[in-house]
């Protein structure tokens, strides 16, 4: 990615986020061969890039081999992605358990609202909306699992600050892993699962508010409870 970005000349926080996210998505799998791609004015809003931006990085991509483009039809995932793409930094051999990525998040997260409530845009609130919904419409654990991933992601992107959002990347990676799915699906009762829905719906509100300082004191709160349930 760091090629891509000194290649491109992409110095906007918001082009470096997004190539950062869409290199790291196809190398970790998450956006797999044949997947369509948001379209150019939603990958702009989300990461805060101007459309000009944006197809410079979709052109890099493009020319990599990466991506293929259809008029009329839009950006998808080409064939045999997984043997162009390089590896996300420290993919491999990725040791983190469940444990540690607790502590860590319960250091990192809690920095973000301060950002957010100065950095958000519509367009990351929106996107915070979406997660809601769909976490809470989820029919299985993993699918509540994947959008109450996507939530905390939308977070740190809604800092418009790449650190956060690298970081959310990764601890999504450890959450991927079979451990931390066992944790979550032994824990996860139908009462926990609503108290989480209740909790994200109350750190939205409070980001919307621009209340730093109470958005803080829910997700410190809220991280702490699935520590408890998770681990006793």
């Known amino acids: 990615m760091d090629d891509l970005v000194a290649g491109r000349g992409l110095r906007a926080e918001g082009a470096k986020a997004l190539a950062h996210f869409l290199m790291e998505s196809m190398a970790s799998g998450r ?15 989300r990461f805060g890039a101007s459309r000009g931006s944006v197809r410079r990085v979709l052109a890099e991509l493009r020319e990599r081999g990466l991506i293929v483009q259809a008029v009329g039809s839009g950006t998808f995932v080409a064939p045999g992605v997984h043997a162009v793409a390089p590896a996300a930094p420290g993919q ?3 040791n983190t358990s469940p444990a540690e990525l607790m502590q860590a998040r319960l250091l990192i997260e809690p920095l973000m609202p301060m950002l957010i409530a100065r950095n958000a845009t519509g367009a990351d609130f929106a996107r915070m909306g979406e997660c809601l919904e769909r976490s809470e419409a989820a029919a299985s654990i993993e699918d509540f699992e994947h959008w109450d991933g996507e939530l905390h992601k939308a977070f740190a992107a809604a800092t418009h600050n790449t650190f956060f959002l690298q970081i959310l990347e990764l601890a999504n990676r450890v959450r991927e892993q079979g451990e931390w799915g066992r944790l979550k699906s032994n824990s996860l009762t139908p009462e926990r699962r609503e ?3 209740q909790q ?3 750190i939205v509100a409070a980001l919307k508010d621009r209340d730093a300082g109470q958005a803080r004191v829910l997700l410190l709160a809220h991280l702490e409870q699935i520590q408890q349930n998770l681990f006793g």
């Open 31 to 45: 956006l797999r061969e044949g997947m369509r791609l948001p379209p150019e004015r939603a990958l702009s809003e």
């Open 92 to 94: 491999a051999g990725l």
């Open 200 to 202: 994200h719906r109350a």
């Open 195 to 197: 108290q989480y829905q």
